[in-house]
């Protein structure tokens, strides 16, 4: 799982989210591991920074979403917001949340290259979003992930309301958010939120190799296909038909996709390039 290297960036303001760029795959690695890796707000900006990079380089084609230590992200960590300079008022909360929480995870919905998360341990709360918001999300066996929100007697944020129903249903979405218990890997592999759970010394290699995958594909065709998925559940059939003819019109006008094409009538293996 990089975390170091030539491609590493080790400016020590950059210490807590660590970056490195290998093979065409962005490794975006937390690392709080003292406090579980809970996100702070310096944390949340570089991370949404390196999510809008990774859309516009053309270098990057695949990014990978990990952590060091015992935990994930154990949520949000407010002592590094900035300071209330005045009382609170109505209004403050709403703004806060949206300019906060929901820009983290529309940053995964929206990137143009395919996100994994790579949940080495704890995910909780808005941890746990940032997880499920990945298009593909691998699990160590010991990891566990809890909708906290209502341990604290509050109402999740971070787009949960809107994630976990598209994942698992309503139903077990309210029995997540309703009750707060820990799920381990095991059962949230089972509900369909993990693709794949495996022990904790292997999930480095299987992230390496899906994002491999995926770093030699058709990066075009993969972010249109990722668009087409993340808004099926938003609009009527009518409109999901015209965004999936919109999308392999443009599609078409790539080089890869007239390599994939070449490839299969000259019975050989394609070589994507990302364009």
């Known amino acids: ?35 579980m890796n809970a996100v702070t707000w310096d944390q949340r900006e570089r991370i949404i920074a390196l999510l809008t990079d990774a859309s516009a380089d053309p270098a990057v084609r695949a990014v990978v979403l990990t952590a060091t230590g015992r935990g994930f992200c154990a949520g949000a960590d ?18 806060t949340i949206r300019l906060g929480a929901q820009r983290l995870i ?23 979003h940032l997880a499920f918001a990945c298009d593909l999300v691998l ?28 994942l698992v249903g309503p139903q077990r979405a ?16 089972r509900m369909g939120l993990v693709n794949r759970t495996v022990p904790d010394g292997e999930l480095a290699a299987l992230a390496a190799a899906w994002a491999g995958r995926l770093a030699a594909g058709p990066t075009r065709a993969v972010a249109l296909t990722k ?11 009518a409109a999901a038909f015209a965004a999936e003819a919109a999308a392999q019109e443009i599609n ?15 019975r050989r293996t394609p070589e994507y390039r990302g364009h």
């Open 139 to 166: 699990a160590a066996d010991t990891a566990t992930f809890i909708e906290v929100f209502v341990r604290r007697g509050l109402v999740p944020d971070g787009g949960g309301a809107y994630l976990l129903p598209r």
């Open 252 to 266: 078409m006008t790539t080089r890869d996709a007239a390599e994939g094409v070449a490839a299969f009538v000259e």
């Open 78 to 95: 407010l002592r590094g917001a900035p300071a209330q300079t005045r009382e609170r008022v109505p209004g403050d909360v709403s703004r």
């Open 1 to 35: 799982m990089p975390v170091s290297g030539e491609a590493a960036e080790a400016a020590p303001r950059d210490a807590t989210v660590l970056h490195a760029l290998d093979g065409g795959v962005s490794w975006i690695t937390l690392n709080r591991p003292e406090a």
């Open 106 to 128: 529309a940053a995964v919905l929206d990137c143009e290259k395919p996100v994994i998360a790579a949940v080495n341990g704890t995910a909780a709360g808005i941890g746990a």
């Open 174 to 189: 309210k029995e997540l958010m309703f009750f707060g218990d820990a799920l381990s890997a095991a059962d949230a592999e």
């Open 227 to 237: 668009q087409l998925v993340n808004a099926s559940l938003d609009g009527d059939r």
